[in-house]
Each structure stands twice: as C-alpha cells, then as structure tokens.
C-alpha cells in the first residue's frame, strides 16, 4: 500500500500523519512500531515516527496478515448484575477477570459470560469484543455498561468520547497526598519498550484526573476517590503514581506495600450516564469487594491513633 503526501498535510510527524490517514482500529503506538521496525518506507528510506513528511512523499506500508480468527464460547460464569433491559446490561465486575479474550486468553472473560447470559447481545463491536464500549483492567473491580443492540453500542460510544460519561473509582494509594484534593493533568503513552506499561510522555495523549482524599491513615496509606475526565489506559494507576502515591497493590507502576493485599486497589464504584433509547439519565453503584474492605480495616486498625 502506498500513500503520498498532500500540500496541505505536510509537515506532520509521521505517525501521526499516517494515524490520520489510516482506519481508527490501527493505534499509533502500533504503527511506530511498524515504522521503527523498518516496514514502513519513506521514498524508499527508513525514517523516524518524528519524520515530518514533506509533499509528494510516498509512504509504502506492508502488507498485513488477517488476524487468526478465535472461537468465542458462552460460558455458565457467574455475574452480578446491577440492572439489565433491551438495550443494555450493567454488572459489577470481578478483581481477576479479564473483560474480553485475547489470543492468549480465550475464556473465563467477562465477554464469555455475557454471551451465555445474553442471549440478545448482538455480535456489535467485533465478535471478540460483543457490545464492549469502555473496559476495567484485569484487577480492577467494578461496574461496567454492556451494549446490547447497535442504538445502544452508537450511544454509549458516542458518550465516552464526548466525556458525557460521570465515573468515579475509589483508590486505596500509598502514604498521603500533599493536598487533599486536586487535578492531575499530564500527557501518556505506551512505554518505549515495555509494551504492557504506559508512561508519562510528552507527545503522548492528555489524560486529566480529579482526586479527592477521603480517609488518611498516616504514611500507611490512603482512601482516594479520582475522577477521570479522560479515559486512557491504565489512566488513573499512572496518576497516582505521577503524584508519588502508587496504587495499593500494583505490581506494574508500585512498590512494596505497607500492609498485604492481594490485588490492585482501585474500584470503579459510580457510573453515570444517559440510557441511549429513553434519555433517562442513570446512575449505578458497585458495592465494594471483600478484598478492599478487608485492606480498608487493615489500615484503620494498623494506622496509629
């Protein structure tokens, strides 16, 4: 596939030009990797993801295999539902459960319960990701909203990338946040080389999140509700660990924790957003799991009086 430069479009990065260029499932961190790589040829040179593209350039991409197609099966999984009709189903999701199969991960995903429990959720989003509109990490607990028709999946969609959407997550942090409560706005992006991990980044995507200390128990740690306006990923785990104050059990972005839990300690515990067919705004609570209950009285009991 060969691309050339317009007049206008001159002067962009080169993967951003080509994320502009090209179909919104390809990531840009995908094509610097590409471009890094050497599979992607400026005028038949290898260039950097920082090339600014001059007019009349011609990019060649190479071509890309099909992705092995993966048998998604209804699984009998046990889910806690918070409310369900025609269009939609909220449910509070799992510490442990990974929302949609990977190649590596085909079942036990919250995908695979859905389509054993749905039997109206329609094949929208891609047949691995059925009525998907937003996810939770794999530790992450939580309440989700599920898409079961197109109107619902277009709305709900269209919500997210609006910001129509209120979420807030209750964070058990390390140590205690110099002020009590304020924004966190930096830029994120995939980690250079580290593809599981994100990092703080210049020319990354702008994440902004709102933080307020509900509970100190001293250096031990604290109870943080944040609010993030955007939805990147891993958003609020490389906040809280930005600002100094990692997650309670985060292996990826944290550090020995004062007392022993078992899990990442952050919960998506209010949702809020509009119902796509009656324009009813809604509001849904996930009550909060065994595991950070049990961390909560571990604090209390162990932070000094």
């Known amino acids: 596939m060969t691309i050339r430069v317009g007049k206008n479009e001159a002067g962009q990065r080169l993967d951003l030009f080509l994320l502009s260029r090209l179909p919104k499932i390809i990531s840009r961190s995908f094509l610097q990797k590409l471009i890094k790589e050497g599979q992607i040829k400026v005028n038949g040179r290898i260039e950097k993801p920082s090339y600014r593209v001059k007019p009349n350039d011609e990019i060649t991409l190479p071509d ?8 998604i099966l209804p699984e009998p999984i046990e889910l806690e539902i918070l409310y369900e009709d025609q269009d939609i189903i909220v449910v509070n999701k799992p ?8 190649p590596s991960h085909t079942s036990g995903t919250l995908v695979n319960a859905l389509l054993y429990h749905c039997k109206d959720l329609q094949g929208i989003g891609g047949e691995l990701r059925p009525g998907i509109v937003h996810r939770l990490d794999k530790e992450t607990s939580g ?16 919500q997210f990338k609006n910001r129509d959407v209120f979420k807030m997550y209750l964070a058990l942090v390390q140590g205690r946040p110099e002020k009590s409560e304020g924004e966190i706005q930096i830029n994120v992006a995939r980690h250079p080389t580290l593809r599981v991990k994100m990092t703080v980044a210049k020319e990354g995507r ?3 999140t709102h ?11 604290s109870l943080v509700a ?19 104050h990692p997650i309670m059990g985060d292996k990826l ?3 020995a924790d004062p007392i022993p839990v078992g899990r990442q300690m952050l919960h998506a515990s209010i949702l ?15 009550p909060l799991p065994e595991d950070f209950k049990a961390a909560l009285r571990r604090l209390y009991e162990e932070s000094p009086r």
């Open 64 to 71: 890309r295999p099909a992705p092995k197609q993966l048998e």
């Open 95 to 102: 510490a442990g459960m990974i929302v949609h199969p990977i």
């Open 143 to 158: 309440v989700m909203v599920i898409a079961k028709n197109d109107l619902a999946h277009r709305s709900l969609s269209q």
């Open 206 to 208: 702008v994440a902004l």
């Open 211 to 221: 933080y307020r200390v509900l509970k100190s128990f001293g250096q031990l740690g």
């Open 226 to 244: 944040a609010y993030p306006k955007t939805g990147r990923t891993h958003q609020i785990r490389v906040h809280m660990k930005y600002i100094g």
């Open 253 to 255: 972005y944290g550090r």
């Open 272 to 286: 809020q957003f509009t119902h796509p067919r009656t324009g009813e705004r809604m509001k849904f609570i996930a």
